[in-house]
């Protein structure tokens, strides 16, 4: 059974930093790609990052680009997602997502967690 089980979120000042993990369970990260996901109250949801399992380069979006930073340890199936110089506008609810199998990133996995809040507040 395909699971994905994001943790790490919480509430952080601006400017803080959190690292967010997604442990992947039925599948291995070496057959697929694995994105971050977010949606904010009123937001449609976007893609904020993802790593293939296919030796491409990570993805980012423009507005986590040089902040956010994704990688994997395939020992532990666990993707992170390290959050740097947070903003207000990053509070969002995050979801990791996967298509198993699938070793390119995907706009639309089939497989998603139930998602962990990010709230950035002074």
């Known amino acids: 059974q395909v699971q994905l089980v994001e943790s790490g979120g919480g509430l952080v000042q601006p400017g803080g930093s959190l690292r967010l993990s997604c442990t992947a369970s039925g599948f291995t990260l070496e057959d697929s790609a694995v994105g971050w996901f977010r949606q904010a109250p009123g937001n449609e949801r976007e893609e904020v990052a993802c790593?293939?399992?296919?030796?491409?380069?990570?993805f980012y979006t423009d507005s986590t680009r040089g902040r956010f930073t994704i990688s994997r340890d395939i020992s532990k199936n666990t993707v992170y997602l390290q959050a740097d110089s947070l903003e207000p506008e990053d509070t969002a609810i995050y979801y990791c997502?996967?298509?198993?199998?699938?070793?390119?990133?995907?706009?639309?996995?089939?497989?998603w967690g139930q998602g962990t809040q990010v709230t950035v507040s002074a």
């Open positions: 997502a996967a298509d198993v199998p699938g070793k390119i990133c995907s706009p639309r996995p089939d497989y």
């Open positions: 790593i293939s399992s296919a030796n491409e380069s990570p």
